[in-house]
């Protein structure tokens, strides 16, 4: 257990749900003939899954991978490691991934890596944040929720050193 730090509202919860809503008219737009196969890094896209999820009005599956990116902490390690693997047959599915952000892109463009020999149909990426100017690997988002400035957020599922994921706003944290 690390010291609480207060927690200052970023993004409050009424805007986040008109652009999950948002996002959901865009996605259920170009879905509708095939709904996609929903994967899902935990666990930081919890949150968003359940919100999109109930919006959508698509009959879509979802699965989840588990990815370990972050060591503790702010700065990323670098290194990916899956800790819970993929086991549904994706062969010719259509793939939508769901991210919490985008921040160097290094987890996007491992999963792109990851799925490929599986061989599915399509792969297209949705994320509630993005961070471009972090990036360190370019990545294609379809469906991006809100392009923020280079600052570390919390809640709304995503963590810092494990805490404040059960936040319902997006949120920064005060020094
Ligand atoms: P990337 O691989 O650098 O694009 O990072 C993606 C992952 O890093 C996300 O799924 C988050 O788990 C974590 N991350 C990046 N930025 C933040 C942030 O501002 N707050 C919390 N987690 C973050
Ligand atoms: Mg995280």
């Not at 463009?109 to 972090?134: E, I, M, N, W």
């Not at 706003?169 to 020094?175: F, H, K, S, W």
């Amino acid at each position: 257990m690390v010291a609480w730090r207060t927690p200052k509202v970023f993004i409050p919860r009424e805007q986040i749900h008109g652009t999950v809503q948002r996002l959901a008219e865009e996605i259920r737009r170009d879905y509708r003939a095939a709904p996609p196969l929903l994967l899902s890094t935990l666990k930081g896209s919890f949150m968003f899954l359940a919100d999109l999820v109930r919006v959508l009005d698509l009959p879509v599956e979802i699965t989840f991978v588990r990815l370990s990116s972050y060591g503790s902490g702010t700065v990323s390690s670098g290194q990916i490691e899956v800790v819970q693997d993929l086991y549904e047959d994706i062969r010719a599915r259509d793939i939508l991934l769901i991210e919490d952000i985008i921040d160097s892109g290094r987890t996007v463009g491992f999963l792109h890596a990851y799925l490929a020999p599986r061989a599915p149909a399509s792969v297209r990426v949705c994320t509630l944040l993005d961070k471009p100017q972090r990036r360190q690997v370019p990545v294609t988002i379809d469906y991006c929720g809100f392009t923020i400035p280079d600052v570390f957020v919390v809640g709304y599922g995503l963590d810092w050193n494990e805490q404040y994921r059960h936040l319902p706003d997006i949120c920064v944290l005060e020094p």
